[in-house]
Nanobody, 125 residues
Framework: QVQLVESGGGLVQAAGSLKLSCVVS????????IGWFRQAPGKEREFVAA????????YYADSVKGRFTISRDNAKNTVYLQMNSLKPEDTAVYHC??????????????????WGQGTQVTVSS
C-alpha cells in the first residue's frame, strides 16, 4: 500500500521559514517523480515544485522560485520542501504527490496517482 505522509506545517510570520517533509512508503521515492502542490481556500490546487527520480532535475513554480527548495533523502525515503522568505500568499494546505511516467507532466496534478493528506501552512503578515 502506497502512503505519503506530510508534516512540518504550522504558523509562521512573513519572511520566516518552514521545512515540510513527505515520508513515502510502499514505493521508493527514488523511483518516482515527487511533486509538491498547494491549495488555498476557494482556489484550485496549484503546482509548487517537483523532483525527478534521479534527483538531478527540479522544477519550480515562478511564484516560489528562489525561495523554495525541493530535495530528497533516499535513506529515509523522504522528500523535503524548504520554504524561505515566506509570504502571506503562501498560506495553503500543502500536499506531496508521487507519479510514474514522464518528467514533462510534472506540474500537472492530474498526472499524479498518489497523494498525501496535506499539511497546513499559515503565514501571518
Amino acid at each position: 500500500q502506497v502512503q505519503l505522509v506530510e508534516s512540518g506545517g504550522g504558523l509562521v510570520q512573513a519572511a520566516g521559514s518552514l521545512k515540510l517533509s513527505c515520508v513515502v512508503s510502499g514505493l521508493s521515492a527514488s523511483s518516482t517523480i515527487i511533486g509538491w502542490f498547494r491549495q488555498a481556500p476557494g482556489k484550485e490546487r496549484e503546482f509548487v515544485a517537483a523532483l525527478s527520480r534521479s534527483g538531478g532535475s527540479t522544477y519550480y513554480a515562478d511564484s516560489v522560485k528562489g525561495r523554495f527548495t525541493i530535495s530528497r533523502d533516499n535513506a529515509k525515503n523522504t522528500v523535503y520542501l524548504q520554504m524561505n522568505s515566506l509570504k502571506p500568499e503562501d498560506t495553503a494546505v500543502y500536499h506531496c504527490a508521487a507519479k510514474r511516467g514522464t518528467w514533462g507532466s510534472s506540474s500537472n496534478p492530474d498526472a499524479y496517482g498518489y497523494w498525501g493528506q496535506g499539511t497546513q501552512v499559515t503565514v501571518s503578515s
